[in-house]
């Protein structure tokens, strides 16, 4: 190999590298991308992710800051049939056509409310002339009445379920509790909003088209470069060596692939590369190894002095999601990581599958309802009919969460979408067990997308953890991530 070529070629490379515009780190993170200062924004135009106050879990703040600006005025979210400009996987469109096909999809929330009311107007009675020995599922054991908790209770002088309120009884109707008249309604697959982004049921998925990473290829080359530099010195040397032996970075950071990359367990010794089968992802478990190649992945492994080159992940936890009517299984993994909470998630809709990589911005701080609006992320819901009377529990997920942020040195908003399918309900388990997590807990998963094609990650998924009988609420987390195809990452599995 030529010396004085493979130099020409590095000093090339080096001096591309210098001009080009290519991210400072993967998921989330410079470029534009981060989160945090540098003009990133939430909400309707300006409600800042964190926004310097305390929201982490049970703050409970004893006042309630002032919500940023937004274009309405009011610092809430938005419930907008807006559409999204982004194709949709075949995963989402199998689940948008299972609600189409029991004929509950609507053009907006007052049609889904007036069907339902029509079509149940007779099935959720609360009048009884004895008290039931079983309390219908339909009526709760507290409603909220003038932001208090009140009992609903069965009284046989009136014949019926109801509640006190300043002395005088009131009879309890289903259809008037709006947060048992959504959960009624999700249970039976209302769904209302646009048809998932066009295109055709079962139409495969194509990512947003990012610009061309010049950057991310040059760097590629000057590493190759410096690679056939060492080889060829220690061929010259030993005239022995064979070309392509990898030796690992010195330094902690990194473990070779039996070590299992970052954890540092001992890699499983089963592989199966069956991962577009459903039932695969039921038998992942802590301790596999899942390997991550993509795009962001390379980039990452590049920031830490790891080379061009996949990282193994150990599988720390996995959290499994069941739709209450089975239409939809997630299964959430969490990768262990040094830097940041990486989420691997496979989603499948009968024998569809999507796949996605997802991070936990750091702006964002997990909480409750109760913190969330005591924080002023009230970009999260859209706006109550009151919004100087209204419960935690009726305040339903906002469709659509704009973000101000830079992409290539300009600033822009971009709108993440609610997906069609809607806001979806179902139990989730945890291996291993954590707390409160012990059994099944009600999860709410709200899943949205950009068709920005600019944008690194276009995938947001929000997840509303437990909470359902308590009036705080359950605790919500907010994901961000891009779609991965089979090709962008291997399992080998405990």
Known sequence: ?????????????A???TCSNMPSSARGGGGGHSFGGGGHSWGSGGSSFGSGRSSGWGSGGSSRPAPAASSSGSGWGTGRNSQSTAKSSAADQALYAKAKMQGTVYNSREEAVSAFRTKHANDYKTT???????????IPGMTQI????????????????????NGRWHAYEV?????????????????????????????PYYPPQQHFPWGFVILVVLVIGVVLLVKSAKNAATNRMPFGEEVAPTGNFYQPRENAGFGGAAAPDSHSSDVNDPEFWQEIAPGSIITLKDEQTIEDSMKKNLGAKPIDYIVSKVRRIEEQDGMVQWTLCLLKDPDQRIWFMAKSVDRNIDFRAYYEPDEFRPGNRRDMVENGNLWLFQEPRDVNNYKLSELEFTTAIDRETEVHGSTRQVSYEQKSQGVLYGSMTSDPAETGFERGVFTAVAEYVTGDSAVQNPELLLLEMGGEAGSNGGLINLLLGASLTATDFEVVKR
């Not at 190999?1 to 490379?13: A, F, P, Q, W």
């Not at 003038?146 to 609903?152: E, K, L, T, Y």
């Not at 259809?175 to 209302?192: E, P, Q, T």
């Open 128 to 138: 009884f002339s004895s008290e039931p020995s079983k309390r219908p599922d339909y």
């Open 15 to 17: 001096a591309l590298i």
């Open 1 to 13: 190999m030529n010396h004085r070529l493979i130099l020409s070629t590095l000093v090339l490379s």
């Open 146 to 165: 003038g932001g208090r908790d009140v009992p609903v209770q069965y009284d046989s002088r009136y014949g019926g379920y109801g509640y006190y309120d």
């Open 175 to 203: 259809f008037r509790d709006m947060a048992m008249l959504g959960l009624l309604m999700r249970n039976d697959h209302y769904v209302y909003g646009p048809s998932p982004y066009g295109g055709y049921p079962g139409q």
